[in-house]
């Protein structure tokens, strides 16, 4: 491993082809085993002439998601927007929360066993009750999707802030900083890498709790797509909804990701 | 580290404030300063809890045992795999990327398609929950079993330790933290996958019973569903918790209780 590094520091700019052929070499395996199994699907589906409710060809899929892109891209835009903005309340409530847990010892003592134990109860339960008190709207799937998904970004900035060095906040007690000010400047750009850990979380939550929601009632969006398709018996929509969601799913992940190595980069170099 | 009096105090603080909480609630609902239609008083939702217990017994016995079973099931077909990708270099090459992916992707959303396939029984509850569960026993299997210090694996092999024996006796207890990790992510995500394929199937178990008494607007039935389903969720982690605490013990190793970790806040 460290001899493959210095060789990149030393060798000239086009024996670092190699690299780039490795990686290739890399990525060749898991994508030739996902077409692999991409044939195998369509030509086990074709040749045992499996009914296309139960299980339709990846072709199938395709043309579906080719026929049906307009209609899908309305309904996973409308869920894409719910997902982002539950995201950045989440982040907003989840930071907020484990601030005041630092800044007051009491209310860390009274709450945080409660966050705890709400953390492990299975929230997605609570996901009817989300429609009796907000309607069948976007509101109520977005403050599901929320209550969902703050706890990962709560324990991560609450991680985060414990993990400050007692020597940092010290020096900041020393140079007379008060307690906001070592929280801005110091505590939390400290806490960012765990909080990066808890936002990667509570983005797939976030879509969870956006497509529940839509499940449960709505009238609009990816998850209520998905149920009219299952009501219908249109498998080959299902799929192509799921395709869409997925892509989505993996875009806002990667966000986050590349997020977490930006400012991984900007802290530690 | 913790003076006595603080200890006491980190015990009976939240038990205060708890017993506050649920106290200000029932006097909110009980006042009506807040709807009943919206909000079940606590004291109301524990009567219906208790006192339909008989009615609700087989959909707690059903919840449960679905979800029991699942986490056996998935945790033991987790850790095989996991396994198999350690020792298999180019299946686990190939399969790995999907692998991430699928752990990233909203699985919940294929509930109705297991609905289409396997039609609305418990098998259908059992495989959405198990291909919920899976992903991440795996995933932290593989991770665990990876991760053994590379200085011990030297000493081993100039010791000529056998593969069977490096496995068993090195790699495994070197693993146990993290696959009790992806064990804890599994449970609750087991309970998960049922609680939701209940929501979508509609035939039994506490999920059926909390969409049925929210579409006839019977908060307190709805809140005496919720509070069986936390229970059953707070009791299977916590046996997770004691399972992981007993082998730490016996293979004396230092007892971590990680508890809030963000990887393991349930949906």
Redesign the interface.
Known sequence: MSAEAVSAHVLPAWRRLDDWRRMAA?AA??A???LICLVALETLARVLAVPE???PPPSRVLAALALNASTLCYHAALSASQVLAALVISLLVGVAIATVFTLSR?IN?????????L???????????F???FGPGSLSHLSFAVC?SF???L??A??GFEETSADAVRLCRALRANGWQTLIYVKLPMALP?LF??AK??T??C???V??GE??SARAG??WY??R??AL?Q?AN??A??AV??LF??LI?GLVAAGETMVRRHMFG | MQKPSGRARRILLPLLNCGGIVLLWQLAVSHRWISPLSLAAPFEAAKVAVGSFNILLPHILATTYATLLTFVLSSAGGMLLGALLMHWRTFRLAVYPSLVMFQLLPKIALAPLFVVWFGVNMLSRLSFAGFIAFFPIVLATLAGLRATDPLVLNLCRSLRASPAQIFWQVRLPYAVPLIMSGLKVGMTLAITGVIVSEFVTVQSGLGYIIVFASSNLQIDLMFAALGWVSLIGLLSYGAVLLFERIILIWLGAPVTAGLSRPGEAAP
């Open positions: 890399g395996l898991p030739g085993f996902i409710v139960l299980f009491v003592d009274m709450f945080a066993p409660l966050f705890v134990v953390q492990i109860i299975p929230k997605i339960a609570l996901a009817p009750l429609v009796v008190w969902l706890f990962p970004i324990a991560g609450r991680a765990q850990v808890g979380v509570s797939t939550l879509i969870i709790g497509v529940l499940f449960v990816i998850g998905i149920v398709a299952a018996s498998t299902i799929l909804a799921l969601l997925s799913g993996l992940y």
